[in-house]
């Protein structure tokens, strides 16, 4: 069974920036989509950023595009988010997913075949 396991939550202010990490348990980084998704309080799990197993397609939630990164690095089994610019409505809960056939990018929630359990980022105004 793979593990997903995301790091680098905290408390930032507005403005701020944060990288998160997520380390696969097997080496799954270069063969599958990568994805990040969010899920604020009271709302919806929802996709952030995602990035295709060749690294050659990439696709971001418009509310992030142009402040958030997602990046892999298949030697470590890793896949990053750096987050910048951050604003409170970017508080939630950030989930590292992968899904080895997603059937469409950017992939939806059911697309994916493996979740971290989250970390929690809290922007303060």
């Known amino acids: 069974q793979v593990q997903l396991v995301e790091s680098g939550g905290g408390l930032v202010q507005s403005g701020g920036s944060l990288t998160l990490s997520c380390a696969a348990s097997e080496r799954i980084v270069s063969d599958y989509v990568m994805g990040w998704f969010r899920q604020a309080p009271g709302k919806e799990r929802e996709f952030v950023a995602a990035?295709?197993?060749?690294?050659?397609?990439?696709r971001y939630a418009g509310s992030v595009k142009g402040r958030f990164t997602i990046s892999r690095d298949c030697a470590k089994n890793t896949v990053a988010l750096q987050m910048k610019s951050l604003k409170p409505e970017d508080t939630a809960v950030y989930y590292c997913?992968?899904?080895?056939?997603?059937?469409?990018?950017?992939?939806?929630?059911?697309?994916?075949?493996?979740w971290g359990k989250g970390t929690l980022v809290t922007v303060s105004s």
């Open positions: 997913a992968a899904a080895l056939r997603p059937g469409q990018m950017p992939p939806a929630d059911g697309d994916m075949d493996y």
């Open positions: 990035n295709s197993w060749s690294g050659g397609t990439t």
